[in-house]
């Protein structure tokens, strides 16, 4: 681990540890590492949560709380729209620049039609 993700990692789990959850966590590692970004934080949280010495429930769900939701809102993903549990509620909305990015995405990804025939296997020495 580098060590900017170390000292991310560190104030992370420090601040978990004394009981911050959410937006408290978050300032508490921003403040910090003033110059992390969110993708920081959400990797050092990764690494918080594969940490065999770190067993306390409460601490690994508030950092795969904070995960979580700075994953989504570097994504696009309305914070609203993440905590229904409803099953009739609409699926959360995407942000036009990830629809955008897995639209180019599929179509170059090429179609295979059932009516088509697959190619023979090559005849190597097996």
Avoid: W
């Amino acid at each position: 681990m580098g060590k900017k993700l170390n000292k991310v990692y560190e104030a992370l789990v420090s601040g978990a540890a004394d009981g911050l959850t959410g937006k408290e966590l978050y300032a508490h590692v921003v403040d910090e590492c003033p110059k992390t970004s969110s993708k920081r934080i959400v990797k050092a949280s990764l690494f918080a949560l594969s940490d065999p010495d770190i067993k306390e429930r409460g601490l690994l769900e508030a950092i795969y709380a904070l995960a979580i939701d700075y994953r989504l809102s570097s994504l696009g993903v309305d914070e609203e729209t993440q905590e229904t549990d409803d099953e009739n509620s609409p699926a959360p909305l995407v942000s036009q620049e990830l629809r955008n990015r897995l639209e180019s995405t599929v179509s170059i990804i090429p179609a295979i039609r059932e009516d088509a025939t697959l190619p023979e296997p090559s005849k190597g020495i097996h």
